[in-house]
T-cell receptor, first 114, second 111 residues
Framework: EPEVTQTPSHQVTQMGQEVILRCVPI?????FYWYRQILGQKVEFLVS????????KSEIFDDQFSVERPDGSNFTLKIRSTKLEDSAMYFC????????????FGPGTRLTVT | EDKVVQSPLSLVVHEGDTVTLNCSYE??????LLWYKQEKKAPTFLFML????IEKKSGRLSSILDKKELFSILNITATQTGDSAVYLC???????????FGKGTRLSVIA
């Protein structure tokens, strides 16, 4: 069964460093999302992406964040200058045009900022 | 502000018990309600409910939506230790909009 994959599974970085989280969505999906989940808290939306551009973003998604689809398969989330409060699980999700309601989630990347 | 509220926040039961998890929502442009199971990592999809009153079943799990009262329940019968997880409820809205998640119900099934 096709699945969303994410790398790395765990990233430890120092405050102020840049990180890039990578996602490979399901191949025929056209809508892509990033969510995050701070430990013990609920899943929060960051950004959605369609047709090579951001379609919606939340208040969390400030200028420190950016997303890119550099080729036909990868979808990346970059945090330019990480802060302690960026420590969280980051989930990528994708959905197809034909099944618009189901978002399939990747396994997540645990980001730890020290 | 769109919101999804789940109750209880946590629940401990014995194997074999039946549990009911609740989810209420207040969102604009509601389209459907989704249930996910989250174990150690990513949420995995369980059900999508779009119409009121139609029960969806998968093995020991079932779910139903009430669009008039704006809530859904997830039932698990004959619980097993493998059912231990956080169960997330999320509202899907019209348009290419993100899911609105509740905080989840942490279910612990003890032998």
């Amino acid at each position: 069964e096709p699945e969303v994959t994410q790398t790395p599974s765990h990233q430890v970085t120092q405050m102020g460093q840049e990180v890039i989280l990578r996602c490979v969505p399901i191949s025929n999906h056209l809508y892509f999302y990033w969510y995050r989940q701070i430990l013990g808290q609920k899943v929060e939306f960051l950004v959605s992406f369609y047709n090579n551009e951001i379609s919606e973003k939340s208040e969390i998604f400030d200028d420190q964040f950016s997303v890119e689809r550099p080729d036909g398969s990868n979808f990346t989330l970059k945090i330019r200058s990480t802060k302690l409060e960026d420590s969280a699980m980051y989930f990528c999700a994708s959905k197809s045009v034909r099944l618009p309601y189901e978002q399939y989630f990747g396994p997540g990347t645990r980001l730890t900022v020290t | 502000e769109d919101k999804v509220v789940q109750s209880p926040l946590s629940l401990v039961v014995h194997e074999g018990d039946t549990v009911t998890l609740n989810c209420s929502y207040e969102v604009t442009n509601f389209r459907s309600l989704l249930w996910y199971k989250q174990e150690k990592k990513a949420p995995t999809f369980l059900f999508m409910l779009t119409s009121s009153g139609i029960e969806k079943k998968s093995g020991r799990l079932s779910s139903i939506l009430d669009k008039k009262e704006l809530f859904s329940i997830l039932n698990i019968t004959a619980t097993q230790t493998g059912d231990s997880a956080v169960y997330l409820c999320a509202a899907s809205l019209f348009g290419n909009t993100p899911l609105v998640f509740g905080k989840g119900t942490r279910l612990s099934v003890i032998a």
